[in-house]
């Protein structure tokens, strides 16, 4: 394991501007963190901490307002997010960095087992053989064979969670962002995804994660950072609680 | 006539401007030039640009044949035979293929092959084969000059996938020296292949559409086909398979004429280049293929 | 994966236009016809890469030049300025405005597929669907009337129309039919670059995502580089990688399309995604 992160983020801060509004939402404010193959750095911190901001930010879904997210890649080369053109993001997304959200967006009618070997797919990897892939992943995941033919559009939440887990497991990323990726499933799913977690990290991905459950930080967490909410932004939460 | 009508009916600038015109057609094998059309007196589209053509072309030591669908006899070329022969004294006409220096015709080419020193002139209702697939003339110009026939093949494809053969019986769209495709006017698939690398340079007037093209002698003429649906002319066989026999004559290789005998109501066929027939009915040594029937 | 297009200031302005077309239209001044000349400036100053496999979005309301830059790579309409670099599969490049007509048709023929909304603008409702599928055949070059039956069939069938319906006039076809006839026919010359002007606008709900699903299909078995015109933002999150938003002619944001959808910078942009279901 080398010393140098994966991941070294350097006084990351994102606001929102709301041309509409007149104002300026604080959300993610000076955030320092590495983040290192075969570890798992846990975010933690109150609501409004902007704990999901850190990783759209890294993910690129929200454009940093200030900071440096520097990404050592694949052939060892620094590459900063906050900056890097588009084109390098998507190639990023498409073989290094997986992001599993708390939403699961699919095409209408495909199958959960294609949904799940999507990654696969783009990666080049021969159809039959990701379909097999994603098969196993969702037999260990717990889901219900039954399902794996029809489209996820209609699955409960911790069904769908499931599917979105095994989509950004697949093609085991080099760095892997969690947004409480257990957050809808029952105990005894959840250790099973827990296990799953835990292997890809064995085998060297680096993971950025946010947890619901403080047991599963206590378990799973080699490194916690402790973000704390933006001193103006309660008037902010106080309308959207 | 007044002494003072010109040779040839048109006006010297006229025929010089059709003189020209034939030129760059034949400097531009299969390509549509556009001339002034002169009123002639009589109605478009009875071969008024054939016979500018042949009026700007003939001296008076030329030998004239005037044929319409392989007859010499029918009203159309009666009539322009004479109109020629009234407005250019002294020159001579015949029905003999052979004997003909300059030759109109319409809808035919004469079975005989034609020589070097033979020019055959061909009377033209629509030239330009796009008119079918572009109604702008604009854009027809523009597909021409890109040699883009892609819509006249579609032409051709739905042709195939309705009635597995192509169907279009007469003014077959043929390609001159691998570029520009031409209606070769209404003469039958038959003719087609006489076009290429014919000994005798064939003009094509369009009164009407003003316009003159040309087939200069030796030059490639390949009708429009699939590389894997080979063209094919008239099919003359009867029932049996064997080739069917002109009536009259015999000859077992030539165009025919589908007739119903009017007193047996017999159906009968007969060469469609009457001087064709006549000659192989005078000789006595018939080439291969005829017989007496 | 290689670059397949580099646009760069591309202009488009209809009417007699004058100096003060740039200064005094787009967003800024809520209008796109210039109050002097009244010359309607439909694109200015658009650029972008595209490279191999991806799709890119162009997202707007009507009006605000987003058909334009299409119809100018296409050559439907010739640009009044700029630039566009197309590198096809061996890397040569193509400067595709200062290309004579034959050329460009040429390209258009052999390397780029269009599928416009209205099927009549891409399809010829006089001949079958396989005669229309064969016209683009025959335009490249391929002369076999066994080759062009098949390869339609194949066509066909990758695209979920039946076979059988083949020697039909599209006429007799449902609208999604027609879409996917007219994407067969798109396909045909297995194109480096596929544009996509509101091909699911209309169509029912199911039909739509059906359509969607084959786009994507596409792209991932042949790695079409394409570029889909629309003012769906549904359409545009499943399809597109990247997307440029566009108003009054100017490209007013552009950007990773989730970044555009869960992190608008513009105002307009905000209020569009804002409003948007």
Same mark, same amino acid.
């Given at each position: 394991?080398?010393?140098?992160?994966?991941?070294?983020?350097?006084?990351?801060?994102?606001?929102?501007?709301?041309?509409?509004?007149?104002?300026?939402?604080?959300?993610?404010?000076?955030?320092?963190?590495?983040?290192?193959?075969?570890?798992?750095?846990?975010?933690?911190?109150?609501?409004?901490?902007?704990?999901?901001?850190?990783?759209?930010?890294?993910?690129?879904?929200?454009?940093?307002?200030?900071?440096?997210?520097?990404?050592?890649?694949?052939?060892?080369?620094?590459?900063?997010?906050?900056?890097?053109?588009?084109?390098?993001?998507?190639?990023?997304?498409?073989?290094?960095?997986?992001?599993?959200?708390?939403?699961?967006?699919?095409?209408?009618?495909?199958?959960?087992?294609?949904?799940?070997?999507?990654?696969?797919?783009?990666?080049?990897?021969?159809?039959?053989?990701?379909?097999?892939?994603?098969?196993?992943?969702?037999?260990?995941?717990?889901?219900?064979?039954?399902?794996?033919?029809?489209?996820?559009?209609?699955?409960?939440?911790?069904?769908?969670?499931?599917?979105?887990?095994?989509?950004?497991?697949?093609?085991?990323?080099?760095?892997?962002?969690?947004?409480?990726?257990?957050?809808?499933?029952?105990?005894?799913?959840?250790?099973?995804?827990?296990?799953?977690?835990?292997?890809?990290?064995?085998?060297?991905?680096?993971?950025?994660?946010?947890?619901?459950?403080?047991?599963?930080?206590?378990?799973?967490?080699?490194?916690?950072?402790?973000?704390?909410?933006?001193?103006?932004?309660?008037?902010?939460?106080?309308?959207?609680? | 006539?007044?002494?003072?009508?010109?040779?040839?009916?048109?006006?010297?600038? #006229?025929?010089?401007?059709?003189?020209?015109?034939?030129?760059?057609?034949?400097?531009?094998?299969?390509?549509?030039?556009?001339?002034?059309?002169?009123?002639?007196?009589?109605?478009?589209?009875?071969?008024?640009?054939?016979?500018?053509?042949?009026?700007?072309?003939?001296?008076?030591?030329?030998?004239?044949?005037?044929?319409?669908?392989?007859?010499?006899?029918?009203?159309?070329?009666?009539?322009?035979?004479?109109?020629?022969?009234?407005?250019?004294?002294?020159?001579?006409?015949?029905?003999?293929?052979?004997?003909?220096?300059?030759?109109?015709?319409?809808?035919?080419?004469?079975?005989?092959?034609?020589?070097?020193?033979?020019?055959?002139?061909? %009377?033209?209702?629509?030239?330009?084969?796009?008119?079918?697939?572009?109604?702008?003339?604009?854009?027809?110009?523009?597909?021409?000059?890109?040699?883009?026939?892609?819509?006249?093949?579609?032409?051709?494809?739905?042709?195939?996938?309705?009635?597995?053969?192509?169907?279009?019986?007469?003014?077959?769209?043929?390609?001159?020296?691998?570029?520009?495709?031409?209606?070769?006017?209404?003469?039958?698939?038959?003719?087609?292949?006489?076009?290429?690398?014919?000994?005798?340079?064939?003009?094509?007037?369009?009164?009407?559409?003003?316009?003159?093209?040309?087939?200069?002698?030796?030059?490639?003429?390949?009708?429009?086909?699939?590389?894997?649906?080979?063209?094919?002319?008239?099919?003359?066989?009867?029932?049996?398979?064997?080739?069917? #026999?002109?009536?009259?004559?015999?000859?077992?290789?030539?165009?025919?004429?589908?007739?119903?005998?009017?007193?047996?109501?017999?159906?009968?066929?007969?060469?469609?280049?009457?001087?064709?027939?006549?000659?192989?009915? %005078?000789?006595?040594?018939?080439? #291969?293929?005829?017989?007496?029937? | 994966?290689?670059?397949?297009?580099?646009?760069?200031?591309?202009?488009?302005?209809?009417?007699?236009?004058?100096?003060?077309?740039?200064?005094?239209?787009?967003?800024?001044?809520?209008?796109?016809?210039?109050?002097?000349?009244?010359?309607?400036?439909?694109?200015?100053?658009?650029?972008?890469?595209?490279?191999?496999?991806?799709?890119?979005?162009?997202?707007?309301?009507?009006?605000?030049?987003?058909?334009?830059?299409?119809?100018?790579?296409?050559?439907?309409?010739?640009?009044?300025?700029?630039?566009?670099?197309?590198?096809?599969?061996?890397?040569?490049?193509?400067?595709?405005?200062?290309?004579?007509?034959?050329?460009?048709?040429?390209?258009?023929?052999?390397?780029?597929?269009?599928?416009?909304?209205?099927?009549?603008?891409?399809?010829?409702?006089?001949?079958?669907?396989?005669?229309?599928?064969?016209?683009?055949?025959?335009?490249?070059?391929?002369?076999?009337?066994?080759?062009?039956?098949?390869?339609?069939?194949?066509?066909?069938?990758?695209?979920?129309?039946?076979?059988?319906?083949?020697?039909?006039?599209?006429?007799?076809?449902?609208?999604?039919?027609?879409?996917?006839?007219?994407?067969?026919?798109?396909?045909?010359?297995?194109?480096?670059?596929?544009?996509?002007?509101?091909?699911?606008?209309?169509?029912?709900?199911?039909?739509?995502?059906?359509?969607?699903?084959?786009?994507?299909?596409?792209?991932?078995?042949?790695?079409?580089?394409?570029?889909?015109?629309?003012?769906?933002?549904?359409?545009?999150?499943?399809?597109?990688?990247?997307?440029?938003?566009?108003?009054?002619?100017?490209?007013?944001?552009?950007?990773?399309?989730?970044?555009?959808?869960?992190?608008?910078?513009?105002?307009?942009?905000?209020?569009?995604?804002?409003?948007?279901?």
């Amino acid at each position: 394991m080398t010393l140098e992160p994966i991941l070294h983020i350097e006084n990351y801060s994102k606001h929102f501007d709301l041309h509409e509004q007149g104002t300026q939402i604080p959300s993610s404010h000076n955030v320092s963190l590495n983040v290192y193959s075969g570890r798992l750095t846990a975010l933690v911190g109150p609501t409004g901490a902007g704990k999901s901001t850190v990783l759209k930010g890294v993910y690129r879904t929200y454009l940093p307002s200030t900071g440096r997210l520097l990404y050592r890649n694949g052939s060892n080369h620094l590459i900063d997010l906050a900056q890097a053109d588009e084109h390098q993001i998507l190639a990023l997304r498409k073989t290094e960095i997986s992001f599993v959200t708390q939403f699961l967006h699919a095409l209408p009618r495909q199958a959960t087992e294609d949904v799940v070997a999507q990654p696969l797919f783009q990666r080049g990897v021969d159809r039959e053989e990701s379909r097999e892939k994603a098969r196993t992943l969702l037999a260990a995941m717990n889901l219900p064979e039954r399902l794996w033919g029809i489209s996820p559009a209609t699955f409960s939440g911790g069904e769908k969670q499931r599917v979105n887990l095994a989509r950004g497991l697949i093609a085991k990323p080099r760095l892997l962002l969690l947004d409480e990726p257990t957050a809808s499933l029952d105990k005894k799913t959840s250790e099973r995804v827990v296990r799953l977690i835990e292997q890809l990290k064995d085998e060297g991905t680096a993971i950025l994660a946010i947890f619901h459950h403080p047991e599963l930080i206590a378990r799973m967490a080699d490194q916690v950072i402790e973000l704390e909410a933006p001193c103006d932004n309660t008037q902010f939460l106080a309308e959207v609680c | 006539m007044s002494s003072v009508q010109s040779f040839g009916y048109l006006d010297e600038y #006229a025929k010089k401007e059709v003189r020209r015109s034939a030129l760059k057609a034949v400097a531009i094998p299969g390509y549509q030039v556009p001339y002034s059309s002169r009123e002639m007196p009589m109605g478009r589209g009875f071969g008024t640009g054939g016979l500018q053509l042949t009026l700007s072309l003939i001296g008076s030591q030329e030998t004239l044949k005037v044929i319409d669908q392989g007859s010499d006899d029918s009203v159309n070329a009666v009539n322009l035979r004479s109109f020629i022969e009234m407005t250019c004294p002294g020159i001579d006409t015949t029905t003999k293929t052979a004997e003909a220096s300059l030759i109109q015709s319409r809808h035919r080419i004469p079975e005989q092959p034609l020589r070097e020193d033979q020019i055959i002139v061909l %009377q033209v209702p629509y030239p330009d084969p796009l008119v079918l697939v572009e109604p702008s003339e604009d854009k027809r110009k523009q597909m021409h000059g890109e040699m883009d026939y892609s819509r006249l093949l579609v032409k051709l494809y739905e042709d195939m996938v309705r009635f597995d053969e192509i169907t279009i019986s007469h003014r077959y769209p043929t390609r001159i020296n691998g570029q520009y495709v031409l209606d070769p006017s209404p003469i039958p698939r038959w003719d087609v292949p006489k076009m290429n690398h014919s000994n005798a340079l064939i003009l094509f007037g369009a009164g009407r559409e003003k316009k003159i093209y040309a087939v200069p002698p030796y030059t490639d003429a390949e009708p429009l086909v699939f590389s894997d649906v080979p063209f094919r002319v008239e099919d003359f066989s009867d029932a049996s398979g064997g080739r069917r #026999a002109c009536r009259i004559c015999g000859c077992r290789s030539s165009f025919l004429d589908e007739y119903s005998d009017s007193r047996t109501g017999e159906t009968v066929y007969q060469c469609s280049d009457a001087d064709w027939c006549e000659e192989l009915s %005078q000789s006595t040594e018939k080439p #291969a293929g005829v017989s007496n029937a | 994966m290689h670059k397949v297009l580099n646009v760069s200031s591309l202009s488009k302005v209809y009417g007699p236009g004058c100096s003060d077309c740039f200064t005094l239209t787009g967003p800024q001044h809520d209008t796109n016809i210039c109050p002097r000349c009244k010359s309607v400036v439909a694109a200015h100053n658009v650029s972008f890469d595209l490279y191999q496999g991806e799709i890119l979005g162009i997202m707007g309301e009507s009006g605000s030049g987003k058909s334009t830059a299409v119809k100018c790579l296409y050559f439907d309409e010739p640009p009044s300025s700029g630039r566009a670099m197309f590198f096809d599969a061996t890397g040569k490049q193509h400067d595709l405005f200062s290309m004579n007509a034959a050329r460009q048709r040429w390209l258009a023929n052999h390397h780029f597929g269009m599928v416009y909304q209205n099927p009549h603008l891409g399809l010829n409702f006089g001949i079958t669907a396989g005669g229309n599928i064969a016209e683009r055949l025959l335009m490249s070059e391929v002369d076999s009337y066994t080759e062009i039956r098949s390869r339609a069939k194949e066509l066909l069938t990758r695209t979920e129309v039946l076979t059988e319906r083949m020697d039909e006039l599209p006429k007799n076809f449902s609208g999604g039919m027609q879409q996917r006839v007219q994407i067969a026919k798109a396909l045909a010359t297995q194109p480096n670059l596929l544009f996509l002007d509101e091909v699911t606008t209309g169509l029912d709900l199911s039909v739509q995502a059906a359509i969607l699903d084959l786009i994507l299909e596409i792209q991932q078995e042949m790695t079409t580089a394409m570029i889909v015109v629309t003012h769906d933002l549904g359409v545009i999150r499943l399809l597109a990688g990247r997307t440029l938003v566009m108003k009054y002619g100017r490209v007013i944001e552009s950007g990773l399309t989730d970044q555009i959808l869960e992190d608008p910078q513009h105002a307009y942009t905000q209020r569009l995604v804002a409003s948007a279901l």
